[in-house]
Protein backbone atom coordinates (compact mmCIF):
# COMPACT_ATOMS: atom_id res chain seq x y z
CA UNK A 1 0.00 0.00 0.00
CA UNK A 2 1.49 2.98 -1.08
CA UNK A 3 -0.37 5.91 1.12
CA UNK A 4 -3.49 6.21 4.08
CA UNK A 5 -6.30 7.08 2.89
CA UNK A 6 -6.65 11.06 2.06
CA UNK A 7 -9.25 13.17 0.43
CA UNK A 8 -8.02 16.73 -0.28
CA UNK A 9 -10.85 19.15 -0.75
CA UNK A 10 -9.44 20.71 -4.20
CA UNK A 11 -8.41 18.84 -7.11
CA UNK A 12 -5.87 20.41 -8.89
CA UNK A 13 -6.05 19.90 -13.20
CA UNK A 14 -4.32 20.70 -16.36
CA UNK A 15 -7.30 21.40 -18.65
CA UNK A 16 -6.31 21.38 -22.95
CA UNK A 17 -8.12 24.67 -22.94
CA UNK A 18 -7.63 24.90 -27.28
CA UNK A 19 -6.32 21.79 -29.78
CA UNK A 20 -3.66 22.74 -31.79
CA UNK A 21 -3.84 23.08 -35.18
CA UNK A 22 -0.68 22.17 -35.74
CA UNK A 23 2.56 22.75 -33.10
CA UNK A 24 1.43 21.90 -29.88
CA UNK A 25 2.69 24.47 -27.61
CA UNK A 26 2.30 25.25 -23.50
CA UNK A 27 -0.22 28.05 -23.98
CA UNK A 28 -2.65 25.13 -25.50
CA UNK A 29 -3.02 24.15 -21.42
CA UNK A 30 -4.22 25.95 -18.59
CA UNK A 31 -3.89 24.86 -14.75
CA UNK A 32 -7.35 24.89 -12.97
CA UNK A 33 -8.25 23.95 -9.20
CA UNK A 34 -11.49 21.99 -9.39
CA UNK A 35 -13.71 19.97 -7.14
CA UNK A 36 -13.03 16.33 -6.26
CA UNK A 37 -15.15 14.33 -7.32
CA UNK A 38 -18.49 12.45 -5.99
CA UNK A 39 -18.15 8.56 -7.52
CA UNK A 40 -21.61 7.91 -9.37
CA UNK A 41 -22.85 4.18 -8.84
CA UNK A 42 -20.46 1.62 -10.52
CA UNK A 43 -17.49 4.83 -10.05
CA UNK A 44 -14.52 4.84 -7.31
CA UNK A 45 -12.58 7.38 -6.70
CA UNK A 46 -8.47 7.34 -7.48
CA UNK A 47 -5.95 9.90 -6.44
CA UNK A 48 -3.18 10.19 -9.36
CA UNK A 49 0.24 9.04 -8.31
CA UNK A 50 2.41 8.99 -11.81
CA UNK A 51 0.86 9.93 -14.85
CA UNK A 52 1.90 8.06 -18.18
CA UNK A 53 3.11 10.66 -20.60
CA UNK A 54 2.51 9.44 -24.46
CA UNK A 55 3.47 10.21 -27.65
CA UNK A 56 -0.33 8.70 -28.52
CA UNK A 57 -1.52 12.10 -26.11
CA UNK A 58 -0.92 14.01 -29.28
CA UNK A 59 -3.04 11.76 -32.00
CA UNK A 60 -5.64 11.99 -29.66
CA UNK A 61 -6.24 15.70 -30.11
CA UNK A 62 -5.89 15.15 -33.81
CA UNK A 63 -8.61 11.88 -34.33
CA UNK A 64 -10.72 9.35 -33.28
CA UNK A 65 -8.38 6.65 -32.63
CA UNK A 66 -9.25 3.36 -29.93
CA UNK A 67 -10.58 6.67 -28.16
CA UNK A 68 -12.99 9.77 -28.75
CA UNK A 69 -11.07 12.84 -30.11
CA UNK A 70 -10.15 14.88 -27.48
CA UNK A 71 -12.45 18.14 -26.24
CA UNK A 72 -10.99 21.59 -25.64
CA UNK A 73 -12.03 22.54 -22.34
CA UNK A 74 -11.78 19.50 -20.81
CA UNK A 75 -8.95 18.03 -18.44
CA UNK A 76 -6.39 16.66 -20.78
CA UNK A 77 -6.94 12.30 -21.17
CA UNK A 78 -4.06 10.51 -19.72
CA UNK A 79 -3.39 7.34 -18.64
CA UNK A 80 -1.42 6.51 -15.19
CA UNK A 81 -1.39 4.68 -11.67
CA UNK A 82 -3.58 5.68 -9.24
CA UNK A 83 -4.11 4.70 -5.45
CA UNK A 84 -7.91 3.80 -4.95
CA UNK A 85 -9.43 6.48 -2.20
CA UNK A 86 -13.68 6.10 -2.15
CA UNK A 87 -14.05 2.30 -3.46
CA UNK A 88 -17.70 3.25 -3.39
CA UNK A 89 -18.79 -0.39 -2.42
CA UNK A 90 -17.18 -1.83 -5.76
CA UNK A 91 -14.68 -4.79 -5.37
CA UNK A 92 -11.44 -2.49 -5.32
CA UNK A 93 -10.68 -1.47 -1.77
CA UNK A 94 -9.38 1.21 -0.72
CA UNK A 95 -5.04 1.45 -0.82
CA UNK A 96 -5.54 -0.94 -4.37
CA UNK A 97 -2.83 0.57 -6.75
CA UNK A 98 -4.72 0.92 -10.05
CA UNK A 99 -4.06 1.41 -13.70
CA UNK A 100 -6.74 4.16 -15.52
CA UNK A 101 -7.64 6.91 -17.45
CA UNK A 102 -7.70 9.51 -14.87
CA UNK A 103 -6.65 12.56 -16.93
CA UNK A 104 -4.05 15.00 -15.73
CA UNK A 105 -5.26 15.78 -12.30
CA UNK A 106 -5.17 14.51 -9.06
CA UNK A 107 -8.40 12.86 -8.25
CA UNK A 108 -11.00 11.53 -10.53
CA UNK A 109 -14.04 9.26 -10.73
CA UNK A 110 -13.55 6.15 -13.02
CA UNK A 111 -16.10 3.09 -13.41
CA UNK A 112 -14.57 0.64 -11.27
CA UNK A 113 -14.62 -1.83 -14.79
CA UNK A 114 -12.35 0.44 -16.59
CA UNK A 115 -9.33 0.18 -13.58
CA UNK A 116 -7.24 -2.18 -14.01
CA UNK A 117 -5.62 -3.52 -10.33
CA UNK A 118 -1.93 -3.86 -10.32
CA UNK A 119 0.25 -6.63 -8.08
CA UNK A 120 2.86 -3.96 -8.00
CA UNK A 121 6.06 -5.95 -7.66
CA UNK A 122 9.46 -3.85 -7.04
CA UNK A 123 9.95 -0.37 -8.14
CA UNK A 124 6.48 1.28 -8.64
CA UNK A 125 7.45 3.20 -11.62
CA UNK A 126 8.17 0.25 -13.52
CA UNK A 127 4.62 -0.54 -13.79
CA UNK A 128 4.61 2.54 -16.37
CA UNK A 129 7.87 1.77 -18.12
CA UNK A 130 8.41 -1.98 -18.13
CA UNK A 131 5.66 -3.16 -17.18
CA UNK A 132 3.10 -0.29 -18.90
CA UNK A 133 2.12 -0.14 -21.99
CA UNK A 134 5.19 0.69 -23.23
CA UNK A 135 7.05 -1.98 -22.16
CA UNK A 136 3.80 -4.17 -23.37
CA UNK A 137 4.34 -3.18 -26.87
CA UNK A 138 7.96 -3.62 -27.20
CA UNK A 139 7.56 -6.83 -25.86
CA UNK A 140 4.76 -8.37 -28.24
CA UNK A 141 5.91 -6.26 -31.14
CA UNK A 142 9.23 -8.10 -31.02
CA UNK A 143 8.55 -11.88 -30.29
CA UNK A 144 4.73 -11.69 -31.59
CA UNK A 145 4.26 -9.56 -34.70
CA UNK A 146 8.06 -9.67 -35.28
CA UNK A 147 8.77 -12.76 -34.44
CA UNK A 148 12.54 -11.96 -34.34
CA UNK A 149 14.95 -14.89 -34.35
CA UNK A 150 18.40 -15.68 -33.54
CA UNK A 151 21.26 -14.08 -35.94
CA UNK A 152 18.52 -11.48 -37.76
CA UNK A 153 19.08 -7.87 -38.17
CA UNK A 154 16.32 -5.75 -36.21
CA UNK A 155 16.27 -1.70 -36.50
CA UNK A 156 14.80 -0.12 -33.68
CA UNK A 157 13.34 4.10 -34.76
CA UNK A 158 13.10 5.88 -31.59
CA UNK A 159 15.75 3.68 -29.92
CA UNK A 160 15.95 5.72 -27.00
CA UNK A 161 12.01 6.25 -26.34
CA UNK A 162 10.01 4.48 -24.07
CA UNK A 163 9.18 1.41 -26.23
CA UNK A 164 12.58 1.37 -28.50
CA UNK A 165 14.96 1.37 -25.74
CA UNK A 166 13.12 -1.81 -24.47
CA UNK A 167 12.48 -3.22 -28.13
CA UNK A 168 16.08 -3.16 -29.16
CA UNK A 169 17.19 -4.72 -25.72
CA UNK A 170 14.08 -7.41 -25.80
CA UNK A 171 15.52 -8.37 -29.33
CA UNK A 172 18.52 -9.01 -28.25
CA UNK A 173 17.87 -11.36 -25.29
CA UNK A 174 16.19 -13.27 -28.27
CA UNK A 175 19.62 -12.83 -30.06
CA UNK A 176 19.18 -10.79 -32.70
CA UNK A 177 21.55 -8.23 -34.25
CA UNK A 178 20.09 -4.87 -32.87
CA UNK A 179 20.59 -1.33 -34.39
CA UNK A 180 18.98 1.44 -33.33
CA UNK A 181 18.40 5.25 -34.65
CA UNK A 182 17.70 8.21 -32.67
CA UNK A 183 18.14 11.60 -33.40
CA UNK A 184 21.54 12.70 -31.06
CA UNK A 185 24.81 11.40 -30.53
CA UNK A 186 24.53 11.31 -27.12
CA UNK A 187 21.48 9.03 -27.12
CA UNK A 188 23.13 6.36 -29.47
CA UNK A 189 26.51 6.71 -27.41
CA UNK A 190 24.17 5.29 -23.98
CA UNK A 191 22.43 2.94 -26.34
CA UNK A 192 25.72 0.76 -27.54
CA UNK A 193 27.76 1.76 -24.44
CA UNK A 194 24.46 1.40 -21.59
CA UNK A 195 22.19 -0.74 -23.16
CA UNK A 196 24.77 -2.86 -25.39
CA UNK A 197 22.95 -2.01 -28.97
CA UNK A 198 25.25 -3.38 -31.62
CA UNK A 199 25.39 -0.11 -33.60
CA UNK A 200 23.67 3.16 -33.67
CA UNK A 201 23.05 5.54 -36.40
CA UNK A 202 21.68 9.55 -35.86
CA UNK A 203 18.41 10.14 -38.25
CA UNK A 204 19.36 13.81 -37.90
CA UNK A 205 22.73 13.42 -40.05
CA UNK A 206 23.33 14.53 -43.47
CA UNK A 207 24.78 10.81 -44.21
CA UNK A 208 21.86 9.10 -42.80
CA UNK A 209 21.48 6.73 -45.81
CA UNK A 210 24.88 5.78 -46.09
CA UNK A 211 25.14 5.34 -42.45
CA UNK A 212 21.87 2.53 -42.28
CA UNK A 213 23.16 0.71 -45.43
CA UNK A 214 26.98 0.97 -43.21
CA UNK A 215 24.96 -0.40 -40.07
CA UNK A 216 23.38 -3.52 -42.08
CA UNK A 217 25.82 -4.81 -43.79
CA UNK A 218 23.40 -8.23 -44.36
CA UNK A 219 20.26 -6.36 -44.91
CA UNK A 220 17.40 -5.37 -42.33
CA UNK A 221 15.05 -8.23 -41.21
CA UNK A 222 12.81 -6.93 -39.00
CA UNK A 223 12.26 -3.40 -38.46
CA UNK A 224 10.38 -1.95 -35.25
CA UNK A 225 9.15 1.04 -36.79
CA UNK A 226 8.01 3.90 -33.67
CA UNK A 227 8.26 7.04 -36.18
CA UNK A 228 6.85 6.25 -40.05
CA UNK A 229 7.98 8.42 -42.57
CA UNK A 230 11.31 9.17 -44.03
CA UNK A 231 13.34 6.91 -41.80
CA UNK A 232 10.57 4.06 -42.76
CA UNK A 233 11.18 4.46 -46.38
CA UNK A 234 14.90 4.73 -46.40
CA UNK A 235 14.96 1.34 -43.84
CA UNK A 236 12.69 -0.35 -46.41
CA UNK A 237 14.93 0.09 -49.20
CA UNK A 238 17.59 -2.10 -47.12
CA UNK A 239 15.05 -4.57 -46.20
CA UNK A 240 15.55 -8.35 -46.95
CA UNK A 241 13.41 -11.00 -48.44
CA UNK A 242 10.99 -11.76 -46.35
CA UNK A 243 11.24 -8.97 -44.02
CA UNK A 244 8.66 -7.74 -41.25
CA UNK A 245 8.08 -4.63 -40.70
CA UNK A 246 6.48 -4.01 -37.15
CA UNK A 247 4.26 -1.32 -37.17
CA UNK A 248 3.90 -0.04 -33.90
CA UNK A 249 4.02 4.23 -33.77
CA UNK A 250 4.22 6.87 -36.58
CA UNK A 251 5.34 10.02 -34.18
CA UNK A 252 6.71 11.88 -37.87
CA UNK A 253 3.33 11.70 -39.07
CA UNK A 254 2.31 14.36 -36.24
CA UNK A 255 3.78 16.96 -38.30
CA UNK A 256 3.94 17.73 -41.77
CA UNK A 257 7.15 15.49 -42.87
CA UNK A 258 8.21 17.19 -46.64
CA UNK A 259 11.37 14.77 -47.08
CA UNK A 260 8.88 12.11 -47.11
CA UNK A 261 9.05 9.88 -50.19
CA UNK A 262 7.58 6.73 -48.75
CA UNK A 263 5.28 6.44 -51.54
CA UNK A 264 8.52 5.22 -53.87
CA UNK A 265 8.73 1.88 -51.66
CA UNK A 266 5.01 0.86 -50.56
CA UNK A 267 3.87 -1.01 -52.01
CA UNK A 268 6.80 -1.74 -54.68
CA UNK A 269 9.53 -2.60 -51.92
CA UNK A 270 6.95 -4.87 -50.40
CA UNK A 271 5.81 -6.74 -52.88
CA UNK A 272 8.88 -7.63 -54.95
CA UNK A 273 10.70 -8.41 -51.33
CA UNK A 274 7.54 -10.13 -49.93
CA UNK A 275 7.77 -7.99 -46.84
CA UNK A 276 4.99 -7.69 -44.38
CA UNK A 277 4.21 -4.57 -42.82
CA UNK A 278 1.65 -5.29 -39.95
CA UNK A 279 0.48 -2.94 -37.55
CA UNK A 280 -0.93 -3.91 -33.99
CA UNK A 281 -2.03 -2.19 -30.66
CA UNK A 282 -1.07 -3.71 -27.56
CA UNK A 283 -4.54 -3.55 -25.89
CA UNK A 284 -4.92 -6.68 -27.89
CA UNK A 285 -2.81 -9.17 -25.68
CA UNK A 286 -3.78 -7.70 -22.51
CA UNK A 287 -4.95 -11.19 -21.37
CA UNK A 288 -1.26 -11.91 -21.79
CA UNK A 289 0.05 -8.60 -19.90
CA UNK A 290 0.81 -10.49 -16.80
CA UNK A 291 2.95 -13.14 -18.60
CA UNK A 292 5.20 -10.69 -20.07
CA UNK A 293 5.43 -9.15 -17.03
CA UNK A 294 6.39 -12.17 -15.35
CA UNK A 295 9.27 -13.33 -18.18
CA UNK A 296 10.53 -9.23 -17.96
CA UNK A 297 11.26 -9.33 -14.54
CA UNK A 298 13.52 -12.39 -14.69
CA UNK A 299 15.64 -10.53 -17.08
CA UNK A 300 15.31 -7.43 -15.03
CA UNK A 301 16.65 -9.89 -12.47
CA UNK A 302 19.64 -10.85 -14.15
CA UNK A 303 20.64 -7.43 -15.51
CA UNK A 304 19.68 -8.36 -19.24
CA UNK A 305 16.72 -5.71 -19.10
CA UNK A 306 17.67 -2.31 -18.11
CA UNK A 307 14.83 0.10 -18.03
CA UNK A 308 15.22 4.01 -18.75
CA UNK A 309 13.01 6.33 -17.08
CA UNK A 310 12.32 9.88 -17.32
CA UNK A 311 10.59 11.24 -14.85
CA UNK A 312 9.31 15.10 -14.24
CA UNK A 313 7.78 16.01 -10.60
CA UNK A 314 4.75 17.76 -9.77
CA UNK A 315 1.33 18.13 -12.12
CA UNK A 316 2.04 21.55 -13.88
CA UNK A 317 4.89 19.58 -15.60
CA UNK A 318 2.90 17.81 -17.41
CA UNK A 319 2.54 20.10 -20.38
CA UNK A 320 6.49 20.32 -20.62
CA UNK A 321 7.16 16.58 -20.39
CA UNK A 322 4.85 15.93 -23.07
CA UNK A 323 6.45 18.93 -25.82
CA UNK A 324 10.00 17.41 -24.52
CA UNK A 325 8.74 14.22 -25.53
CA UNK A 326 7.55 15.15 -29.15
CA UNK A 327 10.87 17.41 -29.75
CA UNK A 328 13.12 14.46 -28.73
CA UNK A 329 14.19 15.37 -25.43
CA UNK A 330 13.73 12.13 -23.74
CA UNK A 331 15.61 9.11 -22.59
CA UNK A 332 13.19 6.26 -21.84
CA UNK A 333 9.90 6.87 -20.34
CA UNK A 334 8.41 10.00 -19.58
CA UNK A 335 6.32 10.08 -16.32
CA UNK A 336 5.13 12.60 -14.25
CA UNK A 337 5.18 12.05 -10.76
CA UNK A 338 2.15 13.69 -8.32
CA UNK A 339 3.36 14.72 -4.97
CA UNK A 340 0.88 16.59 -2.34
N1 LIG B 1 0.94 0.20 -31.16
C1 LIG B 1 0.91 0.30 -29.82
O1 LIG B 1 0.19 -0.41 -29.13
C2 LIG B 1 1.80 1.32 -29.18
C3 LIG B 1 2.14 1.24 -27.81
C4 LIG B 1 3.04 2.18 -27.28
C5 LIG B 1 3.51 3.20 -28.11
N2 LIG B 1 3.11 3.26 -29.41
C6 LIG B 1 3.61 4.29 -30.32
O2 LIG B 1 5.01 4.13 -30.43
C7 LIG B 1 5.61 5.39 -30.72
C8 LIG B 1 6.72 5.64 -29.71
O3 LIG B 1 6.11 5.89 -28.46
P1 LIG B 1 6.95 6.09 -27.14
O4 LIG B 1 6.00 6.24 -26.01
O5 LIG B 1 7.96 5.03 -27.06
O6 LIG B 1 7.59 7.54 -27.38
P2 LIG B 1 9.09 7.93 -27.12
O7 LIG B 1 9.86 7.03 -27.98
O8 LIG B 1 9.39 7.93 -25.69
O9 LIG B 1 9.29 9.39 -27.70
C9 LIG B 1 9.16 9.68 -29.02
C10 LIG B 1 10.54 9.76 -29.71
O10 LIG B 1 10.30 9.86 -31.09
C11 LIG B 1 11.38 10.52 -31.69
N3 LIG B 1 10.89 11.50 -32.64
C12 LIG B 1 10.11 12.57 -32.39
N4 LIG B 1 9.87 13.24 -33.53
C13 LIG B 1 10.52 12.57 -34.50
C14 LIG B 1 10.66 12.75 -35.90
N5 LIG B 1 10.07 13.78 -36.53
N6 LIG B 1 11.38 11.86 -36.61
C15 LIG B 1 11.96 10.81 -35.97
N7 LIG B 1 11.88 10.59 -34.65
C16 LIG B 1 11.16 11.46 -33.93
C17 LIG B 1 12.18 11.22 -30.59
O11 LIG B 1 13.42 10.55 -30.44
P3 LIG B 1 14.71 10.90 -31.35
O12 LIG B 1 15.55 11.88 -30.57
O13 LIG B 1 15.36 9.60 -31.50
O14 LIG B 1 14.24 11.50 -32.64
C18 LIG B 1 11.32 11.00 -29.34
O15 LIG B 1 12.10 10.82 -28.20
C19 LIG B 1 4.49 6.42 -30.67
O16 LIG B 1 4.01 6.67 -31.97
C20 LIG B 1 3.42 5.71 -29.85
O17 LIG B 1 2.12 6.20 -30.15
C21 LIG B 1 2.27 2.35 -29.95
Not at 93 to 99: C, K, L, N, Q, R
Amino acid sequence: MVTTKHIAVSNHQIILATLPDGTLEEGHFTSACGAVPVPRPGEIVVRTLIISVDAANRTWMDVETYRPRLVAGEVMAGYGLCEVVDANGTSLPEGTIVFCDAGWQEYAAVPAADATPLAVDGELTHQISVHGVSGMAAYFGITEVGAVAPGETVVVSAAAGATGHLAGQIARIRGARVVGIAGSDEKNLMLESYLGFDATVNHRSETFRADLKAACPKGIDVYFDNVGGRILETVLRRMNQNGRVVCCGSVTHYTYDPESRLAEVVPGALISRRIRMEGFIVLDWMDRWPFASQVMNGWLADGRLLPLENPYDGLDSAPRALLGLLAGENAGKTMVRLTR
